[in-house]
């Protein structure tokens, strides 16, 4: 059987998402489920600009962002990217 | 800034048991005037006695030095004051002057320098050993317990070249325990010849270290006199530059890029999207260094041509409180912090390239204090840098 390609996971670590919770998702190996930690492949980046826009009204627009496969996730914490992530595969 | 640095430091261990030295090393920069002055004095006995002694002559000789008057006649003026020893009946101290003067270039370096009683200081040119030819002059002061002779030379310093005074604890290292004579200065000579050879530029702090090491060692880990050495070293300054920032109009995205790319020495750039703004000017890969950072300071990053690129405020703000509270790089924690102080510890000047774009994304009230304006920031390290660190500090505003 031919290894399927993982997907990727970018964790945003620039100053606004760090301090917003931002650091505790960086600790993805202790929470996400094992199973998944297999399935994508985990890489930082300095910043997604996408704290540029926060709309208020939007909760979903907040700090911690998180791009899963290209898609930008906000307001994101370990429950939620573990759902996501599950979702996905 | 200067093309040249005089790089002074020393290296201490008291007797064994005292809590309190008899050798005192002052150094003073003058920036002004152009001027260094470095002295090392030793002061008779141990204790509290002879720092006196030593801190006595020592300041005397600093603050002649300063003025307009012949070295030699400063040196019987100090010998004139020194209060005498109740158990001996004699006054006696003996010092050591550096007295550095540079021209506005920095081109032309000299250095009048006098010794008396101390072992010969040592002058180096690379890796190799230069013998003394300068002049001794017997003082003939009245009161004189003996032979007062002092020894005076006026030379050049050239890159590349260190001037090294040790006092006598050094060269009787070992004296009758493993060396009959002990250390000696031939025995000092050959170690620093040797130890240059093998790292030719060795900074002051290391040399003397590894020297007062040495001779500490000779001594059976029981110093039996004050150990003191002190070096000056002339060499090529080691350069950082810190980015952080983004331009203020979009334009000047290009200058930055320029102004990094013509910078000769370390560069750190630090901020998320000054980041990714030099790696779209330079076209490089932005990897972030997942296994680096701590619960307070995000992960470094990796960038082709840049030595650290950081995350901004977090860092430059734990940074800035390092270096104000002068904890030692050996305690902290083994993230972007302890990286970004270790490269501008080792490096002579330091320049800032300030971007003066506002960060939409910091004006969130949910933010901690510790986000700063980036100006406060940067003046608090400039002043941490002078202050504590005595190193050159440039910025410029983009």
């Known amino acids: 059987m031919k290894k399927r390609d993982k997907l990727l996971v970018k964790i945003c670590v620039g100053t606004s998402c760090f301090v917003q919770g931002g650091a505790d998702l960086l600790l993805y190996n202790d929470f996400l489920n094992p199973e998944l930690l297999d399935r994508f492949e985990f890489e930082g980046c300095s910043c997604l600009e996408a704290c540029k826009a926060v709309n208020d009204a939007d909760v979903e627009s907040k700090p911690p962002f998180v791009m899963i496969n290209g898609k930008l996730h906000g307001n994101m914490n370990s429950d939620k990217l573990n759902k996501l992530l599950s979702d996905e595969i | ?398």
């Open chain 2, 1 to 398: 800034m200067n093309d040249i640095f005089i790089d002074v430091d020393y290296s201490q261990v008291y007797k064994h048991g005292q809590k309190i030295g008899g050798d005192v090393f002052l150094l003073s920069r003058n920036p002004d005037r152009n001027q260094i002055v470095a002295i090392l004095s030793d002061g008779l006995g141990s204790g509290v006695k002879a720092n006196v002694l030593a801190s006595l002559t020592a300041h005397m000789a600093h603050n002649l030095s300063f003025s307009p008057m012949d070295l030699t006649h400063s040196a019987k003026i100090i010998m004139d004051t020194l209060p005498v020893c109740k158990e001996r009946k004699i006054s006696y101290s003996t010092f050591s002057i550096a007295d550095i003067r540079y021209d506005n270039t920095a081109e032309k370096i000299i250095v009048n320098f006098l010794e008396y009683d101390n072992p010969p200081a040592l002058f180096f040119q690379g890796p190799k050993n230069i013998p003394w030819t300068g002049e001794t002059i017997d003082l003939q002061r009245k009161g004189a317990f003996k032979k007062e002779l002092l020894h005076r030379q006026t030379f050049n310093l050239e890159i590349g070249d260190r001037l090294l005074m040790l006092s006598d604890g050094v060269t009787q290292s070992g004296l009758g325990l493993s060396m009959p004579l002990g250390w000696r200065i031939g025995g000092v000579n050959k170690f620093i010849e040797r130890t240059l050879e093998n790292n030719t530029e060795i900074s002051s702090k290391s040399l003397t270290k590894a020297i007062v090491n040495k001779a500490l060692n000779l001594d059976g880990f029981t110093s039996r006199d004050d150990i003191t050495c002190s070096c000056i070293y002339v060499r090529k300054p080691r350069r950082t530059l810190i980015v952080t920032g983004p331009p203020f109009s979009k334009e000047s995205d290009v200058i930055l890029g320029e102004k990094i790319k013509a910078f000769n020495g370390k560069k750190i750039v630090s901020g998320g999207t000054t980041a990714l703004i030099v790696s779209r000017l330079f076209d490089k890969k932005l990897k972030v260094d997942l296994t680096c950072w701590s619960s307070e300071v995000p992960p470094a990053s990796n960038m082709e041509g840049i030595t650290l690129v950081t995350e901004g405020m977090l860092t430059l703000s734990k940074v800035a409180t390092h270096l104000e509270a002068k904890t030692p790089v050996y305690d902290l924690p083994n993230d972007p912090v302890k990286k970004f102080i270790e490269i501008i510890e080792n490096s002579d000047q330091v320049h800032f390239i300030v971007g003066t774009k506002i960060n939409e994304a910091h004006q969130d009230p949910n933010i901690p204090v510790e986000i700063g304006i980036r100006r406060t920031i940067i003046g608090r390290l400039r002043k941490a840098l002078e202050d504590n660190y005595l190193k050159e500090t440039s910025q410029e505003y983009l």
